[in-house]
């Protein structure tokens, strides 16, 4: 049997992927970026481990973290037989990864503020045409 030191998220990083998931992000791919930004790599078994996600988990927020660009990801055989392991490492600064969704958080507001102030317009037009 194989000894291998796994790192664990503490309750600081608890915090960190519960803002996130009230960022948008998924829950799933918030824990996995607390867990890369401890670590300079990691294999998706490690990280399925460490995080207490499942396999299919990891995967599905691992493909959503590699579409935005913001994980490397290598292939490493292993001895003997068997599949390549998926190796995956932080490629952008978690500061990108949170501006953009500062960005996508202040666009939908703008967007929102926009409908309001033309409900009020529209809504003094109304009340104009009943006031006659």
């Given at each position: 049997?194989?000894?291998?030191?796994?790192?664990?998220?503490?309750?600081?990083d608890?915090?960190?992927?519960?803002?996130?998931?009230?960022?948008?992000?998924?829950?799933?791919?918030?824990?996995?970026?607390?867990?890369?930004?401890?670590?300079?790599?990691?294999?998706?078994?490690?990280?399925?481990?460490?995080?207490?996600?499942?396999?299919?988990?990891?995967?599905?927020?691992?493909?959503?973290?590699?579409?935005?660009?913001?994980v490397?990801?290598?292939?490493?055989?292993?001895?003997?037989?068997?599949?390549p392991?998926?190796?995956?490492?932080?490629?952008?600064?978690?500061?990108?990864?949170?501006?953009?969704?500062?960005?996508?958080?202040?666009?939908?507001?703008?967007?929102?503020?926009?409908?309001?102030?033309?409900?009020?317009?529209?809504?003094?037009?109304?009340?104009?045409?009943?006031?006659?």
């Open positions: 049997m194989k000894d291998s030191e796994v790192k664990m998220l503490d309750e600081n608890h915090v960190f992927i519960k803002a996130l998931s009230n960022l948008g992000m998924s829950r799933n791919a918030a824990t996995t970026m607390a867990y890369l930004m401890n670590v300079d790599e990691a294999s998706s078994r490690e990280i399925e481990i460490s995080t207490g996600l499942r396999q299919p988990e990891v995967s599905l927020a691992m493909r959503l973290m590699c579409n935005q660009s913001w490397n990801m290598r292939s490493e055989k292993k001895p003997g037989k068997g599949r392991m998926k190796i995956y490492s932080l490629a952008v600064p978690v500061d990108k990864i949170i501006g953009y969704y500062e960005d996508k958080i202040y666009k939908e507001s703008q967007a929102t503020i926009s409908a309001i102030k033309k409900l009020k317009v529209m809504s003094k037009q109304v009340s104009l045409t009943f006031s006659k």
